[in-house]
């Protein structure tokens, strides 16, 4: 079984680390990343287990290690050491211990306050100070101290230390909420979760001073490795789910619709009810909800007639009910949906299945199912979705899918593809990057791996700095069409030197394939650039496992190529202002 | 759990610590004679251990090791 999947195995990957690490090294397409690792204990095995799943997702990191002990000090009062390593993500492992100010009996509740605020506002200026070297910062909340004097009433009486760790929580809660660029890992549920006793062991502490104990810390590299692979855009985007004990109990092809275990009625048939309800949650979130099952279409569907059946045929962006093998369903959808199998999980009570998606189709996540019980366990705990931006977009993707489903099918009536660009009554809006639409650039940005000509990521703090920039060109479009708004869906950043623009970055959603949008964006690209000046436009192509789609793309929009490395690195010039036509002529656009 | 297997499985844990399936250790071994055996390595070898042979290492067991012998020794101390 494979370590890093649900049900995770802390002592096998902290034995096997150096192997684990030896063989995760030759995965293809890892992207470098400096991960800058503050100690307010001790960190050197949480670094070593943070590499493992950071490679795991794909991310090679290169460590800073802040002295021990030391996060407010290093970041306060940095001695140029961390500013020269120029962080792309600063995590601050801080916890319980790290509270110097407690309550005592015979504070007043002034004095409390003040205690409060003081504790709070340490941690907070540590805090600012990593945002102010431009990166994304991830800092741990506390988890609850291992003892209690009063007992019970110590979760009571604002003397009490849990009751003075619970309002620090919400403190630094309310902070996170509002502070851009930095987010919480929440340390008091992975308690829970895992247990106090065994997750804040007192020898760890006195004798090695690790405020999480060694067998535990894999569960904590996960958890801050997630919120990192959710920055860089490398979360799962859509999950194929089998019917037939995965979303209710029972073969509805045999025990037909009132034979299948559903509803609240049961205990199995709670469990898969409230399995359900958290897919259905999940969906709300953007999470795109797909059928993957070996039935006849008509039987499945009965099953989401029921009454009592959470989810419906709606719910479902498509629906794959035949007795195709999976892997082949699961790919069909992949390129319908226009996303990667990589974005996949695949869920499905029998491990054959599993075996042979896995042998297929080597990228799908599938995390181990036993019971139903623990269904929902094997992905919350996994964070295959770790939510740490939720743009309104997000929450529209599903029926943003959907409409491109509808899309689909119109075209398929019309003859000449330009005819049915035009029945979309698309509308284009173009306008220079922003602080209202800056958050959604650098998530596209982060995210977008097919339509990306270059694969450069760029930090919020980075996309911020072009605004107005100067020396920069920058676009971006949002595009709307008669069956919905598509949202922010492409970008596009160019640097200035004298008369020659050069392409840094240029991007689009999949959603937006094949509707000539990245030529309404060259038009306007092609305006600006005459209006600065510009003689010539350079653009380059650089090659990943993922966006072979536009190698060829500049030479498709009037780039001559002029140059191409061993790599397969390509250089593209252009220089035809005088006579430009217009591409796009299939949408109104309009310059915001 | 005898002598022989004791050795064998804390053998085992060395080899896969330290990622070399050819490691052969002896009573002597310490960290002077391992690469990668410093005082991070060392809790992840103890926690090991005590998974292994289902044992928790109190404070006062785990100071003074300086070889293979004393883990060895405290290992059939714990589990006689």
Redesign the interface.
Known sequence: MYPFDYPLDPAYILQKKRSLKRTLLQKDGLIEKKVAIMSGSTIGEIKNILELFLLENGIKPTFFEGSYGLFYENLVFDDGSLKAFAPDIIYIHTSVRNIKLWPEIGDDAQQIDAKLNAEFARFEQAIQAALSFGCQVICNNFDLPVYRVMGNREGVNSHGRVRFVRRLNEKMANFAENTLNFYLNDLAYLQAIYGMDQFSSQTAWYAYKYAVSIDCIPYLCQSVANIIKSLLGKNKKALALDLDNTLWGGIIGDDGVEGIVLGNETPTGMAYTEFQSYLKELSKLGILLNVCSKNEENIALTGFDRADSVLKRDDFLCFKANWEPKSQNIAAMAKEINILPDSFVFMDDNPAEREIVRQELPGVTIPELTAPEAYIAAIDRSGYFEVTTLSEDDKKRASMYKQNLERAQLEQTFGDYNDYLKSLAMKCEIGHFDMPHAERITQLINKTNQFNLTTRRYTAAEVESLIEHPDYITLFGRLTDKFGDNGLVTALIGHIQGDVLHIDLWIMSCRTFKRRLEHAMFDQLVACAAKAGIQKIVGHYYPTAKNLLVRDFYATIGFEQVAEDEQGNLTFEFTGFADYAPQCGVMEIEIV | MDKQSIFEAVQE?FR????DETLEITRETCAEDIE?WDS?EQ??LL??ME?KFNL????DD?RGLENVGDLLDLIERLTA
């Open positions: 844990i896969d610590n330290f990622d990668d991070l809790i992840n926690t090991a998974k928790k290492f109190k404070l785990v």
